[in-house]
């Protein structure tokens, strides 16, 4: 059973960084994404970066340029390194695992870690 957990989220000042990583235990697929989403108080789900394991990113528009997804396959980890935050990047941040097998995906998703920006 592949298993996701977030940490690294907090309390951080406009401007400031923050790096979150995500672990993957229990994966045995090949090909696959793992992707960081955040979700507002009152608003959708969205994602904010992913990354393939062919190491293919895709950023969100309003992150580009600020916040870099990186994965450690030694480590079973990806990480989104979040630099210059902004107040509206305030959200709850998810790790989203993807695996595919056999054509069919296979999606798993973490708790959750917060993350506060003040102004």
């Known amino acids: 059973q592949v298993k996701v957990v977030e940490s690294g989220g907090g309390l951080v000042q406009a401007g400031g960084s923050l790096r979150l990583s995500c672990v993957v235990s229990?994966?045995?697929?090949?090909?696959?994404?793992i992707g960081w989403y955040r979700q507002a108080p009152g608003k959708q789900r969205e994602l904010v970066a992913d990354?393939?394991?062919?190491?293919?990113?895709n950023y969100a528009d309003s992150v580009k340029g600020r916040f870099t997804v990186s994965r450690d396959n030694a480590k079973n980890t990806v990480y989104l390194q979040m630099n210059s935050l902004k107040p509206e990047d305030t959200a709850v941040y998810y790790c989203n695992f993807q695996g595919v097998y056999r054509s069919l995906k296979h999606t798993y998703w973490g708790q959750g870690t917060p993350v506060t920006v003040s102004s």
């Open positions: 229990g994966s045995t697929y090949s090909i696959n994404t």
């Open positions: 990354i393939s394991s062919g190491d293919s990113t």
